[in-house]
């Protein structure tokens, strides 16, 4: 672990330029230049976005990723690593086969780390012992605030340590910044946060999801401090992300912020975009843990004036109600932020890519959060997650009326007339059945590509074509096989 961060000479520049990678080399420049941080002979690490298969701004820039390499090489560092995982589920080896990372960052005079040794999946001895050598070759045993973390040794052993951060808005901490892209220098099974506790009121009230996430972050992001941040908000994802859905656009801004540390970093990004910082409990739980600075007056700007240059952006929807999608109503009662990012995530993907199937199927309401309000009418009801499936258990929608039609009547003959006996004024009898239009998603939070599978088997494959076929391709990213291997390789 380095040593810690001097918070007396915090220097954050602010460059605004024609081009990404032209913003940052001046921005690295403006700090002193690369040989400010980067040593000859040192073994450099860059931590950089890849969440899924696609390209920027999903992931970082490959622009900008050049330009630092390149500034490395400058230096005369001995190696330069690339690496970072995945989104839950998905290997590096299917990433870079799919986008060709291997070959690209070989070509540039990097190397790309398989975190996950998913490079090592295809042998065909690949056995428990094997798997065990594997283990204790790559991955070190790190503790912190009484958590444990398989961290790997490449990132652990590097001279220095760069984050290069792709901004964009995210549900639940407005912008995706650069502490949140340190904390997936571990695997998602890392930063999973930790068990709920026993009373659900508490749990939704105190919103500890948010809370265990914000703390599993900061113990992350304080194993290996990093000693160059870039947030590059040059291009900036808004409306919806930080993945790229229907209401999402991409802002050109022209910035982008550099510094040493990342608290300070991101801070000043969020002044910048002109985002309120005294309410955000990510920023303000790292001061509080002394791994930065917050205050203007102990920040030393450099570059642009930032009072004179403050960015717009339209942030996520905070309100699961604001998602409209076609065909579907949502009512929310009290929820954490796990179902609430969850939920986002689920509500923009169908609006985004299932078009055609909502379409074919009307009359849908999407419920939510503890104590979600009654329905007022009976379609198709989807209960999401834990919380709304066990606060309904006896609400009236679980169960439909029937008022009998049958009458106590009766026919008889006398002398070939047909006599008609009058109703009975007894009342009619009502029965009841389970309403077998309720489809519960279980989870705390669920699980989405659980949730995709639970919607074919209940809406049927013929009326969702779009999700059939969105399904198949995520199936080629979160291979069964490679899961299998994840598992035993203890990152998943």
Known sequence: M?????LENTEVAIIKGTTPQESVLKGIETLGGISTFIDEGDKVFIKFNLNIPGGFP????FDVITAVVESCKDAKAEKIYLGSFPLKGVSIKKISNLLNLEEYFSGIGAELTYLDNSNLYDETNLKQD?????????????????????VPKVILDSDKLIIVNQINVNPLFKINSSLLNSSSIVSPKYQEFGVKITDNSEYISLDQYKTNSISAILDIYAIKKPDLVIND????????????????????????VIGKN???????????????????DLIKEAYKRNLGIIDLEKIKILGEVLDENGINIDLCASKLEDINVKNY???????CSGCFKFAYHLLNFMKSNLVKDLKYNPNNLFLVGQNPPE?????????FGDCAINSTKNSDFRTIKKESKKGNEKKYNTKDKILKKQKSQKKPKNKFKTNDKVLELPGCPPDILDCMTMFMKYYGKSNMPNLS???????????PKDKKNLRAMGVL
Do not use: C
């Open 262 to 280: 990342s608290v300070s970093v991101d801070f000043i990004t969020l002044k910048l975009l002109n985002i309120e910082t005294k309410d955000d």
């Open 58 to 61: 999903t992931n970082t820039n």
């Open 130 to 150: 094997h798997i065990n050598k594997i283990k204790t070759d790559s991955f070190s045993i790190f503790n912190n605030n009484d958590r444990e973390f398989l």
């Open 375 to 383: 329905p007022d009418y009976y379609g198709n009801i989807l209960l």
């Open 469 to 479: 076929f969105f399904k198949e391709i995520i199936e080629t990213w979160v291979d």
């Open 2 to 6: 380095n040593a810690k961060v001097n």
């Open 233 to 256: 908000l040059f291009y900036v994802l808004e409306g919806a992300g930080p993945f790229i859905y229907k209401d999402s656009n991409l802002k050109k801004t022209n910035y982008v």
């Open 329 to 335: 109503r949502v009512k929310s009662g009290k929820y």
